[in-house]
Nanobody, 118 residues
């Protein structure tokens, strides 16, 4: 059974930093693409960052240069370091692993709230 457990969300003032973690189990982590998504109230989830098995990184335009996705294959854990946070980064953040051939992630975390105040 695949499990993803997120942590690290919370409240921070604009300009501050948070680091999200997602501990995974039940699959071959090193062979999977991983990603982070966020969801605003009433909106669809949007991809924030993606990291391939060969460590190719991609970012949504609004977070590029501020957020960094990383992975530790030995710990089967992925991370999202978020710096210079803005109020518009306030959302529920989800980790995801194992992208299929259609670009759809198969497994998801439970979500963690990030709130950035001005």
């Amino acid at each position: 059974q695949v499990q993803l457990v997120e942590s690290g969300g919370g409240s921070v003032q604009a300009g501050g930093s948070l680091k999200l973690s997602c501990v995974t189990s039940g699959h071959i982590f090193s062979t999977c693409t991983v990603g982070w998504y966020r969801q605003y109230p009433g909106k669809d989830r949007e991809r924030v960052a993606r990291l391939g098995t060969r460590f190719q990184e991609t970012y949504e335009d609004s977070v590029r240069g501020r957020f960094t996705i990383s992975r530790d294959n030995a710990k089967t854990t992925l991370y999202l370091q978020m710096n210079r946070l803005k109020t518009e980064d306030t959302a529920v953040y989800y980790c995801a692993v194992c992208e299929d051939v259609f670009g759809t992630f198969q497994y998801w975390g439970q979500g963690t709230q990030v709130t950035v105040s001005s």
